[in-house]
């Protein structure tokens, strides 16, 4: 059977290169990458001879087959289409910058902006691959079908986490290119309702800019019913801090000079001490309740018992008041929020471990210090509470 743009549209690539016969010698092949390719393969001189047709989509199969039946014609009049191609005239300069291009250049500024050998290692092999399948198309060409097309590939091998790590460098490269003017919009953000979905066991969390925002949104309505759990979510939202520790925080361990909360290693998972740098938004959730005296050292006593924490389920039956169920968002998914969008932003990934309080395996990363990246830290949790604000303006 005859192919139709749709199933072309819909063939997904393999582990292998896989061709698909249109009939009379012309068939579509799909590499691994994702890139699909026309070719014709004929006869001459007693030689099977094969050659290339045009790129799809930039050539369509309407276009294939046209050509398809000039080579016939140039076969017919005892010509070998491969020795004498069809199209004579000189190929169009890109109107835009390649994706390659503008890659590479994303690629030269983090280098320039200091990231960590070990980082550069990692973003170098993932954008190669977005190089790979589209480094000669002029970047605004690149749709969100087309990055699905490199990444679900991937995720069906069994790599989900890789093809979510990849999709993020499709996506800080168009935010780089955008913010020099090259591009309007971000198609990668359309992707990810259409992906695998990460392997986050029970730490649902929503990552899209645009939920992020609705979330914002709805956490600022909760507190106008109810300031105390109210502003513990919005501090969950802009400091991401683990549900214990941000039970357990006392007004003591506020420091407003240096605007930094400390919070003693007793109460962190790893044992150490560990600063959390407060944007000032979070300063003025703080104050907002300070007003309030419940007696208490606690910033969020029980209203039950001003000596005892909030409740460890609280915040979750918070956010299933607002109508975030355990498969989309729970507290702990406050991290999964910052974490791929930090990451997405373009941040240091050491500041961003060194913000959720991960230790690293490599022993001699192990060496922890509280203050660790304590200056990059600040600014990067103060432009995270500003990026929070601005998507929830947007969802207004």
């Not at 026309?38 to 276009?63: E, M, N």
């Not at 649902?204 to 992020?212: I, Y």
């Not at 006392?250 to 420091?255: L, Q, S």
């Not at 600063?275 to 309030?292: E, F, H, N, S, T």
């Amino acid at each position: 059977m005859p192919l139709t743009d749709k199933e072309i549209r819909a063939f997904k690539p393999g582990e292998k290169r896989v061709r698909k016969a249109d009939g009379h010698g012309l068939f579509l092949e799909i590499a691994p990458t994702g890139s699909k390719v026309f070719r014709y393969t004929y006869r001459f001189g007693g030689k099977q001879r094969t050659i290339v047709v045009g790129d799809y989509p930039a050539t369509s199969l309407a276009d294939a087959r046209i050509k398809q039946g000039e080579f016939k014609r140039m076969l017919r009049d005892g010509i070998d289409p491969k020795e004498e191609p069809v199209v004579e005239e000189e190929p169009e300069e890109p109107a835009g910058p390649t994706w390659g291009q503008i890659a590479k250049d994303y690629l030269m500024l983090r280098q320039r902006s200091g990231a960590a050998p070990r980082t550069m290692q990692k973003l170098m092999r993932q954008v190669e691959v977005t190089i790979d399948a589209y480094g000669d198309r002029q970047i605004t060409d690149i749709s969100a079908e087309d990055i699905l097309a490199v990444v679900n590939p991937i995720a069906e091998r069994g790599h989900v986490e890789n093809a979510h790590e990849i999709r993020t460098r499709f996506s800080q490269v168009f935010r780089y290119a955008g913010a020099r003017g090259l591009v309007e919009h971000d198609p990668s953000s359309m992707t990810i309702g259409a992906m695998i979905k990460r392997q986050r066991g029970e730490f649902a969390g929503v990552t899209d800019p645009k939920d992020v925002g609705q979330l914002m949104r709805k956490l600022y309505e909760y507190r106008e019913d109810n300031i105390i759990v109210g502003a513990a979510l919005l501090l969950s939202a802009y400091l991401f801090p683990r549900n214990s520790e941000l039970r357990g925080m006392r007004w003591a361990e506020v420091d407003w000079k240096t605007g930094l909360w400390s919070i003693p290693g007793d109460r962190m998972k790893m044992k150490r001490d560990h600063l959390v740098p407060l944007p000032k938004q979070a300063q003025g959730i703080l104050r907002d309740i300070q007003q309030y005296d419940f007696g208490s050292e606690l910033v969020f006593p029980s209203p039950r018992d001003p000596r005892r924490t909030l409740s460890e389920v609280t915040l979750n039956h918070a956010l299933r008041r607002c109508g975030y169920d355990h498969d989309t968002h729970v507290h702990h998914g406050f991290r999964t929020t910052a974490s791929t969008n930090l990451n997405e932003m373009g941040w240091n990934s050491d500041w961003i471990e060194a913000q959720l309080a991960h230790v690293s395996t490599n022993k001699v990363r192990a060496s922890y210090n509280k203050a660790k990246y304590l200056e990059g830290r600040t600014e990067m949790m103060q432009a995270y509470a500003d990026w929070l604000d601005a998507r929830c303006a947007e969802a207004n």
